[in-house]
């Protein structure tokens, strides 16, 4: 059963690669064959059935056990077609489907260390199994074993050559493994496969970005939110971009659109913060400074954006009183301090 997409920081993770419906042959047993049948008809209840009376036939038959598994995914039982697949593994300790579909459960329950043995186990049993291979990279991904689940990806794009979905990830796990190369090749795959893919072309839009190639990166990000306008992560990143390129009002206006569709999102509210501080508005930027520091007083980008929109504005026993608030938060280094108390010591007040 498909999963929706998964985020893991600012970085998009493809779905979980949807689960055989029966990858397990049923060759000559009537009763497999009748379920089989039933399900394909939207009988699931007949396809249950039809497996439980297969299981007593031959209680040592994991197969029942699996399809009934996959049957009760269908019906939304996920802890039942848990059960059945643990069943079908103790009857055939070496059946890959049963541990990838076991494995997805799990990953979808947050329970990634179990996912991955399971996974893992599915991969050993079929080295050639595609999908347990990307399934085994999106748990490596969760439990943060990013070298792993590269290799797990690299292999599943080997495995599945014109598999998009294998190529977002990839590209996604490289990046976070500083392999800017590798993930611009791998993102631009995954949006020739894939070129109403928005998850692709934003994150292909986000490595542009990082390789400094500002217009190809406005380019994706454009697309991005084009092929998908509710995206408010692909406008929070073009307005990054716009403000790296010295484009305020753009950047403004794209993180607005962000704040607009996510307005609880502190990280948006950041950001339009920064960008708004560059056009020289000091009330304008103030207010949204404050936004920003009221989704999250411990963002420090957040604090450090009011402290120069105080000083901008000339109030500065709260531009002194942020840049205190700033020191406090966990985590900052003495550098920005001094940057910090290098701005406020040039602020002059505002005439009254």
Known sequence: MPSPRVVSV????????????FAAPSGDDPLLEKGQAAFRKGDVAGALAAFDEAAKVDPKDARPHYLRGVALEKKGDAAGAAEAYRQAIARKGDFPEAHNNLGTLLLAKGDAARAATELEAAVKARPDYGEAQYNLGVARDALGKRPEAVAAYKEAARLRPNDAAARLNLGAALRRVGDVAGARAALTDATRLAPADAVAWADLGMILSDAKELDPAQAALEKATKLKPDFALAWDRLGRVELRRGR????????????ELEPKNAGFAADVCRATFELRQPDRAVAACRAAVDLDPQNPLARYELTKAFVAQGDCKAARAEIDRFKKLAGIKPQAVAQADGIVATCKPAAK
Do not use: D, K, N, T
């Open 10 to 21: 600012s970085i998009m993770l493809a779905a979980l690669a949807a689960a055989p419906a």
């Open 248 to 259: 305020f009002p753009e950047a403004v206006a794209a993180g607005a659109r962000a704040r």
